[in-house]
């Protein structure tokens, strides 16, 4: 199964493929971060104070240097996983990452955390003063016009979603929240980011302010890094675009996208087959082609 769209300028549209809600993986974390920057905006969130008692920013957690650990390479978490098991609760998760020590002084490196997400859905559900799927909702989901994009947090929300043969799975293993919708609506929400429909232009540069990442180059990710997130490679032919790819149990997914004169372009790649390097490669010819 798979699904491949662009929204070229003017919002004009080409798909084909699978049209059902898939899971979006880590481009949860666009969503997110876009989320949270509209609160700054507001001023019910400030970018560059500590949070709390810690050492660390929002700024720090929205790229990935706080210096928190991760969970994905336990070997527990893998297992349990594979095994079909409940998710832990988060209390446990985070005492069995060494979550209460960070890794390096915030601000210092660089460390891909999907606690660090935790921590902002955290974060943007006090802010907001409503639980974070309503929160998302509200704020980026229906301003983007992709309202029937949704948290899962059961078994039972993922029924009607393309899994791949990842039956079975329980989406509470993503700790900082899974969304799920149609390929179409994930596109949807970066093209209107890109467009400044959900920020405005100084917080757009905050997002797209990215720390040059070499060790993760690929034949077309010539020069990775990472925003607010947002990925922001530059690629083959010049010039860089912005958006996220994701990957879990049975698929992957990447959403990016390109500034236009005339307006954005954003395409979207799902397999229940492909890596995530297929899915970003396919993604970014569907930018260099318009056409699916």
């Known amino acids: 199964m798979e699904a491949r769209c662009i929204i070229g300028p003017g919002s004009r549209v080409n798909f084909s493929g699978e049209a059902g809600p898939v899971p979006w993986w880590s481009f949860t974390k666009t969503v997110l971060a876009t989320t949270a920057l509209r609160l700054v905006e507001t001023g019910a969130l400030a970018l560059d104070e500590a949070v709390g008692a810690e050492r660390y920013t929002l700024r720090h957690l929205l790229g990935h240097e706080a210096g928190l650990p991760d969970y994905r390479g336990l070997q527990n978490y893998q297992n349990a996983v594979a095994e079909g098991q409940d998710p832990w609760i988060v209390e446990d998760l985070l005492q069995r990452a060494g979550a209460a020590r960070l890794t390096f002084p915030p601000g210092d490196g660089w460390?891909?955390?999907?606690?660090?997400?935790?921590?902002?859905?955290?974060?943007?559900?006090?802010?907001?003063?409503?639980?974070?799927?309503?929160?998302?909702?509200?704020?980026?989901?229906?301003?983007?016009?992709?309202?029937?994009?949704?948290?899962?947090?059961?078994?039972?929300?993922?029924?009607?979603?393309?899994?791949?043969?990842?039956?079975?799975?329980?989406?509470?293993?993503?700790?900082?929240?899974?969304?799920?919708?149609?390929?179409?609506?994930?596109?949807?929400?970066?093209?209107?980011?890109?467009?400044?429909?959900?920020?405005?232009?100084?917080?757009?540069?905050?997002?797209?302010?990215?720390?040059?990442?070499?060790?993760?180059?690929?034949?077309?990710?010539?020069?990775?890094?990472?925003?607010?997130?947002?990925?922001?490679?530059?690629?083959?032919?010049?010039?860089?675009v912005l958006g996220h790819s994701g990957e879990g149990p049975g698929s992957a997914i990447a959403v990016y996208g390109v500034e236009g004169s005339h307006g954005p372009s954003v395409a979207g790649a799902w397999s229940s087959r492909d890596t995530p390097v297929s899915v970003e490669a396919a993604a970014l010819e569907l930018l260099n082609g318009e056409h699916v």
């Open 111 to 240: 460390a891909y955390s999907n606690i660090g997400y935790l921590k902002v859905g955290q974060i943007v559900a006090s802010a907001a003063g409503e639980p974070l799927d309503a929160a998302v909702r509200r704020l980026v989901l229906i301003p983007a016009g992709a309202a029937s994009a949704r948290f899962a947090f059961t078994r039972e929300h993922l029924r009607d979603v393309k899994m791949g043969d990842a039956g079975g799975y329980h989406p509470g293993w993503v700790y900082h929240g899974l969304l799920v919708g149609p390929l179409l609506d994930a596109a949807s929400v970066l093209h209107r980011l890109l467009g400044g429909d959900l920020l405005g232009a100084a917080m757009m540069a905050e997002m797209r302010n990215a720390r040059v990442l070499p060790q993760f180059r690929s034949p077309i990710w010539l020069e990775p890094a990472y925003g607010l997130g947002l990925m922001t490679p530059a690629v083959p032919g010049g010039g860089r």
